[in-house]
């Protein structure tokens, strides 16, 4: 899957969870007497609008303590920086090595459809030290994968060596940089908790 299908499989997995919420309407007292009925719609509405979209990450997680640079020695060219930002819900910790390859991006959101959709079509789950693994992405030079927590939370992880990173590593046949990069996910499953 190249990574334009890719990009375009996440965002449309987003605009899926986003547009499945019921619009929320309020009703004024003066137009109708609440009834239980209506009102179990309203709570139901309510609890839809909570969970439909992306909603922060919790608790409070700072996206970059996840991975340490050093963890992507094997990655990318050192120094490996990263860099935190948050954009509507999501927050993002990019990692970049000296030859300015993205090497990984890490993203926290919360998103029941996400959640969903991540443990319904997945390539496969890997099990590395502890941590279930979901591989969306399985490609010998690139990994789309996510950790799904409690409470529908997501921890998505894109790496994107280098051609040198990945000649570099050698990634024996029958592998992929999902399988190679399992280590660097299962640790940040551990700082989060998450090991079962």
């Given at each position: ?148 927590g409690p409470e529908d939370n997501i ?27 399992a280590p660097v996910i299962a640790e ?9």
């Amino acid at each position: 899957m190249s990574k334009r299908a890719w990009v375009a499989a996440v965002a449309a997995v987003g605009l899926l969870g986003v547009g499945c919420g019921s619009p929320k309407t309020e009703t004024t007292g003066a137009s109708s007497p609440a009834t239980s009925s209506s009102v179990a719609t309203s709570a139901a509405q309510a609890s839809e609008t909570k969970t439909s979209g992306y909603q922060p990450f919790s608790p409070a997680t700072d996206p970059c303590s996840l991975v340490i640079p050093e963890q992507l020695g094997a990655h990318g060219a050192a120094p490996i920086n990263s860099r935190a930002r948050e954009s509507n819900g999501i927050q993002q910790c990019t990692y970049q090595d000296a030859d300015h390859n993205k090497v990984l991006n890490l993203k926290l959101f919360k998103n029941a459809d996400g959640a969903t959709n991540f443990r319904d079509i997945h390539v496969r789950i890997l099990q590395a030290d502890g941590a279930e693994i979901y591989v969306m992405k399985d490609e010998q030079n690139e990994c789309g994968a996510a950790l799904l927590g409690p409470e529908d939370n997501i921890v998505q992880f894109d790496f994107e060596p280098g051609t040198a990173a990945v000649s570099a590593a050698q990634v024996q046949t029958g592998q992929t940089w999902c399988d190679f990069s399992a280590p660097v996910i299962a640790e940040a499953n551990k700082r989060l908790g998450w090991t079962k």
